[in-house]
């Protein structure tokens, strides 16, 4: 079973920063598609981000040009989060898609793996 670490989350004005960190429990981002979520109040699940295993990456609207997704060694997952908003307050959620159809690129899937979230509160 891969288990899956955040850390990094915090409190922080408007036009901070932050990084996320997320560790796997094994050396999985040879096969496992990864992606931050994230979740506010009374609002659906979002995908904020992902990398596939061949690196490249995908961003939704309201962040792209504002965090990167990258990773590091075999096991860690990053969030860099730059010129935060009000509205990037959610939960943060690290995911693995681990299925062999996926071919390498995140999807949702039901067996995918998750982290237990950290919370990003950004005030103005």
């Known amino acids: 079973q891969v288990q899956l670490v955040e850390s990094g989350g915090g409190s922080v004005q408007a036009g901070g920063s932050l990084k996320l960190s997320c560790v796997a429990s094994?050396?999985?981002?040879?096969?496992?598609?990864m992606a931050w979520h994230r979740q506010a109040p009374g609002k659906d699940r979002e995908l904020a981000s992902s990398?596939?295993?061949?690196?490249?990456t995908t961003y939704a609207d309201s962040v792209k040009g504002r965090f990167t997704i990258s990773q590091h060694n075999a096991n860690t997952l990053y969030l860099q989060m730059n010129n935060l908003e009000t509205d990037d307050t959610a939960v943060y959620y690290c995911?693995?898609?681990?299925?062999?159809?996926?071919?390498?690129?995140?999807?949702?899937?039901?067996?995918?793996?998750w982290g237990q979230g950290t919370q990003v509160t950004v005030s103005s």
């Open positions: 995911a693995a898609d681990c299925s062999p159809l996926s071919g390498g690129y995140y999807q949702s899937r039901s067996d995918n793996y």
């Open positions: 990398i596939s295993i061949f690196s490249t």
């Open positions: 094994e050396n999985i981002f040879s096969r496992c598609g």
